[in-house]
């Protein structure tokens, strides 16, 4: 019997979803879960792997098994043995030709970035930071320039194992999310650092989603931009960067703070969930 699973997580702790030999990964402890709950070694596919510090709202992993057990009996159970920032959302039955990986026919992911000029405190290490004011329709703009089939090597990490850098970026979206007109917080940190323009605080929101991502590709996106909305590079700088093919062309690596793994896209045909409950939880 195959189960597929949806596991959430908070990355900050660990190297990543891969199992590596420190055992501090997000897949060393799902299995070691699963494993307690088994009473055997129960080996794991995901449908796309996170970097160290990349949280994940709604991972999809499967694994065979001939023991019977419920859903919900897989859920409660393996949750049971897994550390509190990590959790099995859902777990169902599949046939023996679903692969959590190769399935998937897009995957999706977000960054939340903070605009402000004072550090994140509750939301340390769950969202990136800027502390200059953005320009969101020049963002909007280059994000545009990207949407499409194109070969994405200028945002592609040295150590990216993918075969092809050619991609599909399906969607781009950038949205914000302020403090209501006049509202004293936002007054009080509208004040800006001297000599500057009173800056508003904010959330900003980019919703990735593709054919699939290269290593770091959306870390390396968001860099270019926020070089863009900050002012320190034109619009049309993006569409230079991606002609280039050439990593050294673009801005550096963003912060992995803020960026989420929303989960791959499947045929409904398979019948899974399409959401996790912290959907709703991102600013």
């Known amino acids: 019997m195959r189960i597929a699973l949806g596991v959430s997580y908070n990355g900050q702790r660990?190297?990543?979803?891969?199992?590596?030999?420190?055992?501090?990964t997000v897949q060393d402890h799902l299995e070691a879960a699963?494993?307690?709950?088994?009473?055997?070694?129960?080996?794991?596919?995901c449908a796309g792997r996170t970097d160290a510090g990349v949280h994940g709202i709604m991972q999809v992993a499967h694994f065979?098994?001939?023991?019977?057990?419920?859903?919900?009996?897989?859920?409660r159970g393996t949750n049971t043995f897994l550390p509190a920032d990590i959790a099995v959302q859902w777990a169902q039955p599949v046939g023996d030709d679903f692969h959590a990986r190769f399935c998937a026919t897009r995957r999706r992911?977000?960054?939340?970035?903070?605009?402000s000029p004072v550090r994140p405190s509750v939301e340390a290490g769950r969202v990136g930071w800027v502390f200059h004011a953005l320009d969101g329709q020049a963002m909007q703009a280059a994000a545009s320039q990207l949407l499409g089939e194109h070969d994405f090597s200028s945002f592609r990490a040295s150590a990216c194992q993918a075969r092809s850098p050619v991609k599909t970026l399906h969607r781009l979206e950038v949205s914000r999310r302020a403090a209501p007109a006049g509202d004293a917080l936002s007054?009080?940190?509208?004040?800006?650092?001297p000599g500057e323009p009173p800056m508003e605080t904010c959330y900003w929101h980019f919703e990735f989603e593709g054919s699939a991502f290269l290593h770091h590709m959306v870390r390396n996106i968001m860099g270019c931009l926020i070089a863009i909305g900050?002012?320190?590079q034109p619009v049309d700088w993006m569409q230079t960067v991606l002609a280039a093919r050439s990593r050294d062309a673009a801005a550096p690596t963003f912060s992995p703070d803020g960026l989420y793994f929303l989960?791959?896209?499947?045929?409904?045909?398979?019948?899974?969930?399409?959401?996790?409950?912290?959907?709703?939880?991102l600013p």
């Open 64 to 75: 065979d098994t001939e023991l019977a057990r419920t859903p919900f009996s897989w859920v």
């Open 34 to 45: 699963l494993g307690r709950f088994a009473t055997q070694p129960v080996p794991t596919v």
């Open 109 to 115: 992911y977000a960054y939340v970035l903070l605009q």
């Open 187 to 193: 007054r009080l940190h509208g004040l800006g650092r």
């Open 14 to 24: 660990y190297n990543g979803w891969q199992s590596q030999t420190s055992g501090n």
């Open 263 to 281: 989960g791959p896209v499947y045929d409904p045909v398979w019948g899974l969930p399409t959401r996790a409950a912290a959907f709703d939880w």
């Open 230 to 232: 900050q002012g320190k």
